[in-house]
């Protein structure tokens, strides 16, 4: 059965924290990996992996992917009160190039 | 329209009656998805559809139905809606040659009461 657990479920850190998420896969036909912010709405999309090593990077926010161990993580350098929030993590593949999404971390920055 | 939209925004719904979801999308995306998001159960797929003239089954199909009849649209029915498909609902759309993002609609809250 294809799937993705993302852990922690949720997260409380303090303004300047560098949090670490985790998202494992287990998706049959892998095509990529994505990495949503989802706020008060539709989620929101930060990036997308396809090839194992290469960080992808947007001002605080990086991502990895490591296709041998089948996990990638997001990090969150300096966190701000604006990055509480959902993340989600999506698995795209399967036999119909479906997407699979983990059930997301919770994160709550305090000041 | 810019990107893709639902309507409507939010309905309030008697058990037992049919509703139709609507999305609609102007990017020329081949594929299509519906999602349901519950509390701690994150995205599930309900319906996707591939190419217009196609769908196909998500991991929470039953009580749902959807058509592709041109690239644009893909409607949600709930034929009879029960209490326990109150919920949120996405539509999304991505290409389909490689791979491809995920773009999602601002989502629709229903609630069958």
């Known amino acids: 059965e294809d799937k993705v657990v993302q852990s922690p479920l949720s997260l409380v850190v303090h303004e300047g924290d560098t949090v670490t998420l985790n998202c494992s896969y287990e998706?049959?036909?892998?095509?990529?990996l994505l990495w949503y912010k989802q706020e008060k709405k539709a989620p929101t999309f930060l990036f997308m992996l396809?090839?194992?090593?290469i960080e992808k990077k947007s001002g605080r926010l990086s991502s990895i992917l490591d296709k041998k161990e089948l996990f990638s993580i997001l990090n969150i350098t300096a966190t701000q009160t604006g990055d509480s929030a959902i993340y989600l993590c999506?698995?795209?593949?399967?036999?119909?190039?479906?997407?699979?999404f983990g059930s997301g971390t919770k994160l709550n920055v305090k000041p | 329209i810019a990107g893709i939209t639902q309507a409507p925004t939010s309905q309030i719904l008697a058990a037992g009656r049919r509703m139709t979801l609507r999305c609609t999308q102007d990017?020329?995306?081949?594929?299509m998805y519906w999602y349901r998001q519950d509390l701690g159960l994150g995205l599930r797929l309900i319906h996707y559809?591939?190419?217009?003239?196609?769908?196909g089954k998500g991991e929470v199909p039953d009580g749902y139905s959807v058509s592709r009849a041109n690239t644009d649209d893909f409607p949600l029915t709930l034929a009879s809606a029960v209490p326990s498909q109150t919920s949120v609902y996405f539509c999304?759309?991505?290409?389909?040659?490689?791979?491809?993002?995920?773009?999602f609609g601002p989502g629709t809250r229903l609630t069958v009461l």
């Open positions: 396809t090839s194992s090593g």
């Open positions: 998706v049959t036909n892998f095509r990529s």
């Open positions: 559809s591939n190419t217009a003239g196609t769908t």
């Open positions: 999304a759309s991505s290409g389909t040659s490689g791979s491809n993002e995920q773009f």
């Open positions: 999506a698995v795209e593949g399967g036999n119909f190039n479906k997407f699979y």
């Open positions: 990017m020329r995306h081949n594929a």
